[in-house]
């Protein structure tokens, strides 16, 4: 079975970056698209952005232009880089594969705020 550890997360001003890392158990990364998504307090989970094993990518309209995802295929490795954050990015994070199967890591919470 596929594990996923996301790390990275904290607390950040409005305006600051940071950068999420999720570590991939398995031989299956390779050739898998995967993404990150987020859940907000009293909200469903929700697409953030994915990478596909060609190293194409989709951002959700809230993120674009802020965020950049990225993989590391000799790490098994998924990154997203988020920068000039906003408070209504607060959410716990997690990665999975696109589309998502029910393993879902930990997540890392991420807060925004002053």
């Known amino acids: 079975q596929v594990q996923l550890v996301e790390s990275g997360g904290g607390l950040v001003q409005p305006g600051g970056s940071l950068r999420l890392s999720c570590a991939v158990s398995?031989?299956?990364?390779?050739?898998?698209?995967w993404a990150w998504y987020r859940q907000a307090p009293g909200k469903e989970r929700e697409l953030v952005a994915r990478?596909?094993?060609?190293?194409?990518?989709v951002y959700a309209d809230s993120v674009k232009g802020r965020f950049i995802i990225s993989r590391d295929n000799g790490k098994n490795m998924v990154y997203l880089q988020m920068n000039s954050l906003k408070p209504d990015d607060t959410a716990v994070y997690y990665c999975?594969?696109?589309?998502?199967?029910?393993?879902w890591g930990q997540g890392t919470q991420v807060t925004v705020s002053s």
């Open positions: 999975n594969q696109y589309l998502p199967t029910r393993n």
């Open positions: 398995g031989n299956i990364f390779r050739i898998s698209d």
């Open positions: 990478i596909s094993s060609s190293y194409s990518t």
